[in-house]
């Protein structure tokens, strides 16, 4: 399996701005979506802990990736606790995302030195979050905390944060481009960038097209 440093994560989610997120019980369908968002550019890639038996598909959709798509860093998402991040970090997770702070996952992941992104909904949070040592903080629900301005009046007084958001992108050059003025390092974006009608069908080049058009419009922006 791929490990990538902290260092290499980063810099990664930096540079291509967009982070899918992303859950199926089924494996092949999950190594289907992985494939259509590496085709499409995408090189940092959040599984979800959100079904029964998550950990077993996120096993296998490790090994395969590393062999499939050997550039990917696939990390997972939706951790709460302490031991489900470290069974993850042994199952080859390279980051760590929560909906909420937890300081016990942080001492977990810092001391296997993997990135915690933590979900966090006010800025005490997020400095708290800084103080456990998160280099990547996450604003969720984005769009319910105060969408774009939030990040903007936040970056004011706090310009050294590394903001990802997660809920509320769109994968639209408006939504998009709101987000990245604002100041984000990157986005999360999860059911927006795979339709239901697109996983029923198997339509995986439209997965990679909208992937595609998404890092263009943030990459533009950026410049």
């Known amino acids: 399996m791929a490990r990538f440093s902290k260092t290499q994560v980063l810099t990664t989610m930096r540079a291509t701005g967009m982070v899918p997120v992303f859950y199926h019980s089924d494996l092949e369908t999950a190594k289907n979506v992985v494939k259509a968002c590496y085709d499409g550019g995408v090189r940092a890639f959040e599984f979800t802990n959100r079904g029964e ?39 080859g997770a390279n980051f760590i995302v929560g909906p909420l702070f937890n300081p016990d996952v942080a001492k977990v992941c810092n001391r296997r030195l993997v990135p915690y992104s ?16 998160c280099d990547l903080t996450k604003v969720f629900p984005a769009g319910n905390v105060g969408g774009p301005s939030f990040v903007k009046n936040m970056m004011a007084p706090m310009p050294w944060s590394n903001i990802m958001v997660t809920g509320g992108v769109e994968p639209t050059e408006e939504n998009l481009s709101a987000w990245i003025k604002a100041g984000v390092l990157c986005v999360g974006m999860g059911s927006n960038l795979f339709p239901a009608e697109d996983l029923k069908t198997g339509n995986w080049t439209a997965i990679s097209k909208r992937c595609e058009e998404s890092l263009a419009i943030i990459k533009n922006v950026k410049k």
């Open 53 to 91: 038996f998550a950990h077993e598909v996120f096993g296998e959709l490790c090994k395969w990736t590393a062999k499939n798509c050997p550039e990917m860093i696939l990390g997972i998402g939706s951790i709460v606790d302490a031991p489900t991040a470290s069974l993850y970090i042994q199952l």
């Open 118 to 133: 933590p979900g966090c909904g006010s800025v005490s949070e997020i400095g708290f979050a800084q103080e456990m040592g």
